[in-house]
């Protein structure tokens, strides 16, 4: 059975710092790892896709890819009250099957 | 210009009763899917087609039967509902190995 799995939370970060959210997954054979944010009543809405491993940016987001150690992280720097929401990791193998994490809470304190 | 709609957004329903939960999308993706989320939280695949076959079929219940009547629409009918179904269900598209584009979701409570 493959499993992606996060920290539940919540996870408090004070407003201005960076926040760090982790994922692991199951399946050795995953080629494309994406983190979406979710707001409370709202869809899921896509923040970063990565497929190589390293690191990606888009602007205060940082997305990190470790394939040997079956590990993707989720970086926020400058940390603000909007970005308080759910964190959903999600993780796509050669079946094109996209299975999701159950979500960090992230509480941005003002 | 909605990228993915999906109809109704409520659907308040007593146990039993058969309903249908209809999505279409305007990306010109080829994949379709239907994901769970509970209330927990956790988002679960359902069903996914590409271009109208059904390529992933998840341990769903046979009361669960997607149809796809082209590849731009993934219909979700639902028979005897039971209280457990009460979630929210998304409807998604995406192209192979690429990011889902969800639609805004439909909150079943069954009663």
């Known amino acids: 059975q493959k499993e992606v799995e996060q920290n539940s939370g919540p996870l408090s970060v004070p407003e201005g710092a960076i926040a760090s959210l982790n994922c692991t997954y199951s399946?050795?054979?995953?080629?494309?790892f994406f983190w979406y944010r979710q707001y409370s009543g709202k869809s899921p809405e896509l923040i970063m896709s990565i497929y190589s491993n390293g690191d990606k940016e888009d602007g205060r987001f940082t997305a990190q890819l470790n394939k040997a150690s079956q590990y993707v992280s989720l970086l926020i720097r400058d940390s603000q009250p909007s970005d308080s929401a759910t964190y959903l990791c999600?993780?796509?193998?050669?079946?094109?099957?996209?299975?999701f994490g159950k979500g960090t809470r992230l509480h941005i304190l003002p | 210009d909605t990228a993915v709609s999906q109809t109704p957004k409520y659907l308040v329903t007593q146990m039993g009763n058969d309903k249908s939960i209809k999505c279409e999308q305007n990306l010109g993706h080829d994949t379709m899917y239907w994901y769970k989320q509970d209330s927990k939280k956790f988002l679960k695949i359902m069903f996914s087609?590409?271009?109208?076959?059904?390529?992933i079929n998840e341990t769903v219940p046979n009361r669960f039967s997607p149809k796809s009547p082209d590849k731009a629409h993934l219909n979700l009918h639902i028979n005897s509902l039971e209280l457990g179904d009460s979630a929210v269900y998304f409807c998604?598209?995406?192209?192979?190995?690429?990011?889902?584009?969800f639609g805004n979701g439909t909150r079943l409570t069954v009663t």
């Open positions: 999600a993780v796509s193998g050669r079946d094109d099957k996209i299975i």
């Open positions: 399946d050795r054979g995953s080629q494309s």
């Open positions: 998604a598209s995406s192209q192979i190995n690429s990011p889902l584009h």
């Open positions: 087609y590409n271009n109208k076959e059904l390529i």
